[in-house]
Antibody
Framework: EVQLVESGGGLVQPGGSLRLSCAAS????????MDWVRQAPGKGLEWVGR??????????EYAASVKGRFTISRDDSKNSLYLQMNSLKTEDTAVYYC????????????WGQGTTVTVSS | QPVLTQPPSASASLGASVTLTCTLS???????VDWYQQRPGKGPRFVMR????????SKGDGIPDRFSVLGSGLNRYLTIKNIQEEDESDYHC?????????????FGGGTKLTVL
């Protein structure tokens, strides 16, 4: 079964850091681009960023709202995706999802169940 | 980059049909858009991609034949026929823009579909 499972969410103070993980199974993780998407309480989806695969040099792209504060990485040997979040702000409070990119067309064809990050003092 | 606009809410009676709309901002009429379904308390689920020629690629896993798409001008439509209780969800549209270091992904605000 193709599956993505996020973990690492929690409560953190403004200015703090947190690292999210996404464990992939049931497919060849190393072949795929991977995205992070978040959803603030009661709001719509917001794209956070992307990591490409080894064939594309593991390059990353970020939304303007998180650029310079968040870093996406991956460990293909562990079938895992990561999101390092620094200098957290209250507006980063959200459920964070990882999503697989379907190679041929570029849409997000598999999603995890999400992990909740709350930034509050 | 494009802006995607969705009405915040829609409703339909059990067994009826409903069409949800995602409108691209001016100048982006050739863009393809993805539809995602999000049931209460769950993660999003890919429905299908739509361009001006209709569906692009395949439907997401387990998406029934009752779901179809159409694209016209700046609008991308998702139609659900014979609505069931399990169709009550938030529906989000999204599109990618740019390439390389200029790549971004944008989402609409989502439409909450209520089944009456």
């Amino acid at each position: 079964e193709v599956q993505l499972v996020e973990s690492g969410g929690g409560l953190v103070q403004p200015g703090g850091s947190l690292r999210l993980s996404c464990a992939a199974s049931g497919f060849t993780f190393s072949d795929h681009y991977m995205d992070w998407v978040r959803q603030a309480p009661g709001k719509g989806l917001e794209w956070v960023g992307r990591t490409r695969n080894k064939a594309n040099s593991y390059t990353t792209e970020y939304a303007a709202s998180v650029k310079g504060r968040f870093t996406i990485s991956r460990d293909d040997s562990k079938n895992s995706l990561y999101l390092q979040m620094n200098s957290l702000k209250t507006e980063d409070t959200a459920v964070y999802y990882c999503a697989r990119i379907y190679s041929s067309f570029g849409y997000m064809d598999v999603w995890g169940q999400g992990t909740t990050v709350t930034v509050s003092s | 980059q494009p802006v995607l606009t969705q009405p915040p809410s829609a409703s339909a009676s059990l067994g009826a049909s409903v069409t949800l709309t995602c409108t691209l901002s001016s100048g982006y009429s050739n863009y393809q858009v993805d539809w995602y379904q999000q049931r209460p308390g769950k993660g999003p689920r890919f429905v299908m991609r739509v361009g001006t020629g209709g569906i692009v690629g395949s439907k997401g896993d387990g998406i029934p034949d009752r779901f179809s798409v159409l694209g016209s001008g700046l609008n991308r439509y998702l139609t659900i026929k014979n609505i069931q209780e399990e169709d009550e969800s938030d529906y989000h549209c999204g599109a990618d823009h740019g390439s390389g270091s200029n790549f971004v992904w944008v989402f609409g605000g989502g439409t909450k579909l209520t089944v009456l």
